[in-house]
């Protein structure tokens, strides 16, 4: 019998979907598809699958989340739940229930931002935040996953 790769989930919210496009003064010119390339050849490099999804819809994101929390393989998640970050209490609560760790990330920098965007309330059962790094905050993220896998 062949062991089953370890999985890392990573979870893009809302509008992430336009990175490169949308305000790039703020969130930078890199695309999602170059952020999610980027980690699934680095999860390869570590023998683990990155499994990388977006969505605008709530709902979905959670499903997700449950899938994730279902998948004996998983072994992390790394979730830029992006505006739901500030008052998705559903998305905190699915988070609530993972047994693997949590690593939430921001492009930006949301405690220098606008007071509404200060606030997490995801981040309340993340294991760590990861804040205002841009796309290197994803890979950092990833490198402590897999740092807490050989401890």
């Known amino acids: 019998m062949t062991e089953q ?7 893009h919210g809302p509008n992430l979907s336009t990175l490169g ?3 790039p003064g703020i969130y930078g010119t890199t ?3 170059e952020i999610d390339s980027l980690l699934c050849q680095e999860g390869r490099a570590r023998n683990l699958a990155v499994e990388c999804f977006q969505s ?3 709902g979905a994101i959670i499903d997700r989340i449950q899938a994730a929390t279902d ?5 992390g998640m790394i979730i830029n739940p992006a505006a739901f970050t500030h008052y998705s209490i ?17 492009l930006t920098n949301i405690y220098g931002r606008e007071q ?4 997490s309330v995801t981040a309340e059962v993340a294991t760590g935040v990861i804040s205002g790094l841009g796309p290197d905050g994803y890979l950092m ?11």
């Open 5 to 11: 790769q370890q999985t890392v989930y990573v979870i």
């Open 21 to 23: 496009q949308r305000e």
């Open 31 to 33: 695309r999602l598809d």
């Open 56 to 58: 605008n819809h709530e």
């Open 71 to 75: 998948d004996a393989s998983t072994v």
């Open 90 to 106: 559903a998305i905190r609560d699915a988070l609530a229930t993972c047994a693997f760790p949590v690593v939430e990330v921001h």
């Open 116 to 119: 509404f965007r200060r606030h």
């Open 141 to 151: 993220a990833l490198e402590w996953l897999v740092g807490r896998l050989r401890d």
